[in-house]
């Protein structure tokens, strides 16, 4: 079984630039996490969706961010602009309910110059 | 103060050496778990757990409500443990709330 799947793996932008990151998360999981991880730190969440509804978005800074999983499978997480303090590792999870166990993709490392 | 606080936050061990990872939150959870980063890598869940402990190989994952503490043990640690261990606890309206993580290095 395929896993968590995330693209880009790496993504190197100048600030002020959008930037877009894609996630197809596992076959059959509803649940499905958008996390920000900062170098020596633990993940925070930034979204959740239960199929195609945000279902807890309270961490999504709304001004710059935004998030969408239109048919209830894959998402997309959107920077625009990017600033120089959003350079991190962004996660997405999914799970088959609720919180049960959540599988990680590999993370879109940002990089932003 | 964090909710969650893991110790040590660096540690280093020898091959074979058992290994010790504490966990403490200071929230009401409805189940912790322990998760694995690799460097460059994703995170793997080792165990969710709600009481009481749990084993899967060399890992051991136990955990005591009353005092809001898990701990994650290794034994027989070998250098491919070498990781970044993660505990998070699982708080009303199913949120993760993780704790910054253990890096453990064991050397050959």
């Known amino acids: 079984e395929a896993g968590v799947v995330q693209s880009p793996r790496y993504k190197i932008i100048e600030k002020k630039q959008p930037v877009a990151f894609w996630c197809n998360p596992i076959s059959g999981h509803n649940t499905l996490y958008w996390y920000l991880q900062n170098l020596g730190q633990g993940p925070e969440l930034l979204i959740r969706?239960?199929?195609?509804?945000?279902?807890?978005d309270s961490q999504l800074p709304k001004d710059r961010f935004s998030a969408e999983r239109l048919k209830g499978v894959d998402s997309t997480l959107k920077i625009q602009p990017a600033e120089l303090g959003d350079s991190a590792v962004y996660l997405c999870?999914?799970?088959?309910?609720?919180?049960?166990?959540?599988?990680f993709g590999p993370g879109t490392r940002l990089l932003v110059l | 103060k964090n909710e969650v606080e893991q110790s040590p936050q660096n540690l280093t061990a020898q091959e074979g050496e058992f290994i010790t990872i504490n966990c403490s939150y200071s929230?009401?959870?409805?189940?912790l778990h322990w998760l694995q980063q690799h460097p460059g890598g994703g995170i793997v869940s080792l165990f969710m757990?709600?009481?009481g402990k749990k084993k899967h190989g060399r890992l051991i994952a136990t955990i005591n409500i009353q005092e809001k503490h898990s701990s994650l043990h290794i034994t027989a640690s070998h250098p491919r443990d070498s990781a970044v261990y993660i505990c998070a606890v699982e708080t009303s309206g199913s949120r993760l709330t993780f704790g910054e993580g253990t890096q453990l290095t064991v050397n050959p």
């Open positions: 929230v009401g959870i409805s189940a």
């Open positions: 757990l709600s009481s």
């Open positions: 969706y239960e199929n195609e509804e945000a279902v807890d």
């Open positions: 999870a999914s799970s088959k309910q609720g919180v049960e166990t959540q599988y």
